[in-house]
């Protein structure tokens, strides 16, 4: 049973280190700007129009989605931290430029369209050092719990990101977004100054060269039973839960004939389910499987997301519970995976295989996203989502029976 794998706590559970928790502060302060940010463009992109709308989305997805492996090997060659510090100057010189430019002129298609490719390239890199460096703040058995901490401080940075950017831009414009952002790289900088880590982390060799070192993470994923079923496993996920709440939410309740405010209910269902169950994890721990939680996840999902399919007659009452019970099934299974490559990640290979995980649910969700809204034109919303509930269940009971995940432990 489950509950034998639970991890067995004390009342003396040792505090998070408080090197972790100013970086991860920081960095989620910096998260909150980045949400203002992303809402501000878009809503000046908006005033040009929707071709001008996609180009910025595109500028900001395609050279991090291109240059994500390079990222990874440059984060363990140089080290995350210094990798970081170097993407925090770059985007505060961005983001006070941007504020400098949209102050004197109008917020042009090109001047959108290059802030964006410099968010996009800087992400490439900032986002597998950020995703490594818990690694080296944290040992290993505080690991889950600083990742559910993390999880949850993220969550709710995105959920007050949209809001915040519309105030913002509706009291200062582009140019208030933008200074607030880049108040928020100014703080993570001096964080990252600050901060020192308390966990060597061994380095990939300085005779390797970035290319091949990128490859070289690839191989080494392919290679390790583990990490292969949690890549694997984190496409299920990347394909049949994200859609559901960003893609086939607003098409449900259109189908339903249900409102804008039904339909940003149930997405706060979800989110309220995630942030519970980070929150619990943060306190309690993860299951000592962790690959046996991530799959458990997926089974919790399903019928979560079945509920949201079929909710048509029954309101958005059950709707909005079948959303709370989803969220908790992506928490439990983002609170399980995430420790489970960063556990068994070689020392040298952190930043590569983080650069991977999101490399790999980008490209599942890019495929997702297309099928099932193909699939919700011609068959209806209700039997895309279905189908998102019966993979996401295929998914976890797959998981469940690979032996690779059942072997990794959380000591």
């Not at 390079?70 to 984060?75: E, I, Q, R, S, T």
């Not at 980070?278 to 309690?284: C, E, H, K, P, T």
């Amino acid at each position: 049973m489950a509950s034998l794998d639970t991890v067995r706590h004390g009342s003396a559970r040792p505090a998070l280190p408080r090197t972790y928790l100013v970086w991860l502060a920081g960095t989620r302060a910096s998260l909150l700007g980045d949400a203002v940010l992303y809402f501000a463009l878009g809503w000046a992109a908006s005033a040009h129009g929707g071709g001008t709308g996609a180009l910025v989305l595109t500028a900001i997805t395609l050279p991090r989605t291109l240059l994500l492996l390079l990222g990874g090997a440059v984060g363990d060659r140089f080290g995350a931290r210094r990798v970081m510090v170097v993407g925090d100057a770059v985007m505060l010189a961005a983001t006070l430029a941007l504020a400098l430019a949209s102050s004197r002129l109008d917020a042009s298609p090109w001047l959108l369209v290059t802030v964006a490719a410099v968010v996009g390239t800087v992400d490439a890199f900032y986002l597998p050092a950020a995703g490594s460096m818990p690694r080296s703040l944290v040992g290993k058995a505080q690991l889950p719990r600083a990742l559910a901490v993390q999880q949850a401080a993220g969550q709710l940075a995105s959920l007050l990101g949209a809001p915040l950017g519309a105030v913002l831009v509706a009291a200062a414009g582009l140019t208030g977004a933008a200074l607030a952002d880049a108040a928020t790289f100014a703080v993570v900088l001096v964080v990252l100054v600050c901060v020192r880590p308390a966990f060597d982390v061994e380095r990939s060799p300085r005779g390797e060269g970035l290319l091949a070192g990128a490859a070289d993470g690839v191989r080494v994923a392919a290679g390790d039973p583990v990490l292969r079923s949690a890549l694997l496993l984190t496409a299920a996920a990347a394909c049949f839960l994200l859609p559901v709440m960003s893609l086939l939410n607003p098409l449900l309740a259109r189908e339903h004939g249900w409102s804008a405010g039904a339909a940003g209910l149930i997405a706060g269902g979800q989110s309220l389910g995630v942030v519970a169950v980070a929150l619990l994890v943060s306190r309690r721990g993860t299951l000592r499987r962790l690959g046996r939680g991530a799959a458990l996840g997926l089974c919790v999902a399903a019928p979560g997301i079945t509920a949201v399919a079929l909710a048509g007659e029954a309101g958005v009452a059950v709707a909005v519970a079948g959303a709370i019970v989803t969220g908790a099934g992506s928490g439990m299974f983002a609170c399980h995976i995430g420790p489970l490559v960063l556990s068994g990640a070689p020392g040298t290979h952190l930043a590569r295989l983080q650069a991977l995980l999101t490399l790999v649910q980008s490209l599942a969700l890019v495929v997702g996203n297309n099928a099932l809204g193909a699939l919700a034109d011609s068959g209806g919303a209700t039997v895309a989502t279905a189908l998102c509930a019966a993979g996401a269940c295929a998914a976890g009971l797959t998981g469940l029976a690979l032996k690779p995940l059942g072997r990794l432990r959380q000591p």
